[in-house]
């Protein structure tokens, strides 16, 4: 049921309770004050994983059979959710139309374009189906301190409390706090035993080559369900195809 204030929506994956039930029906209201005050609290704004989440607990009045919303299921989340939910909290307060800038990868040349975010696509799990772990074969791999090559990578999905975890690493560092986040997902490399793998952590991800970095984040672009962020766009200039991730500059702005 939609409102003038509250919309309905399917989350593409849903928050699996303790007793493994899974909540995808979520009713969202529009943005009002109290979120105009959350986004310019400070603490807030020092952690984007933080100001998601206390955005998302304060706009959700509904998540599946829930008794009531808890900070931690929203932190308990999957990140592809929590994404797709600010999109449509964002376009139901504000309006689909996006205002974004892309600079050509090939000319040079900076242009602007509307982005539509009820058309960005969405893929979704079926009814009752669970995400699986990301696996992912890396051409390089991770050398071991015996020398051994470990090539086999599973992760699972990033959640909320990853965002938020890795938060301070990612101000500083958007390079480091990707390795935070990803080593907080990391369930298995090769033989390594899983004390080792928690013992090494991010130091595991900075010794991968670019090559393997690569084909990491695109498993987790293209193996997870969720709402597509990735835009292929021609540039007005000189026609050349870039992939860009959508710009979200203006996402929250509240002018």
């Known amino acids: ?3 003038a204030r509250e919309i309905d929506v ?22 009002t004050g109290r979120e105009e005050a959350l986004l310019a609290d400070p603490a807030n704004q020092r952690n984007g994983g933080r100001l998601v989440t206390a955005l998302l607990h304060s706009c959700i009045t509904r998540l599946g059979d ?6 931690a299921d929203i932190d308990a989340m999957y ?12 376009s139901f307060t504000f309006g689909n139309e996006l205002p974004a800038s892309y600079t050509c990868s090939s000319c040079g040349e900076r242009f602007d374009r509307i982005e539509d975010l009820d058309a960005l696509p969405v893929r979704a799990l079926a009814d009752g189906e669970l995400p699986e772990d990301i696996v992912v074969e890396l051409v390089d791999g991770y050398v071991d301190r015996d020398g051994s090559v470990h090539t086999s990578m599973t992760l699972r999905p990033a959640r909320g409390d990853d965002e938020s975890a890795a938060a301070p690493q990612m101000r500083k560092n958007a390079s480091l706090g990707k390795n935070a986040l990803l080593a907080r997902c990391l369930r298995s490399l090769g033989d390594l ?25 695109r498993a987790f672009n293209d193996g997870v369900p969720g709402i597509d962020l990735i835009r292929e766009i021609d540039c007005p200039s000189c026609g050349h195809e870039l992939r860009a991730s959508l710009d979200m500059t203006n996402f929250l702005a509240l002018d």
């Open 10 to 31: 399917t989350l593409p994956i849903g928050l699996v309770d303790d007793d493994g039930k899974v909540h995808r029906q979520v009713t969202l209201r529009k943005m």
């Open 193 to 217: 035993p899983q004390h080792r793998l928690e013992a090494l952590g991010p130091k595991i991800l900075a010794d991968l080559t670019l090559t393997d970095r690569r084909l990491i984040d």
């Open 1 to 3: 049921m939609t409102t």
């Open 79 to 90: 990140s592809v959710d929590r994404n797709f939910l600010l999109i449509r909290l964002r």
């Open 66 to 71: 829930l008794p009531s919303v808890r900070r």
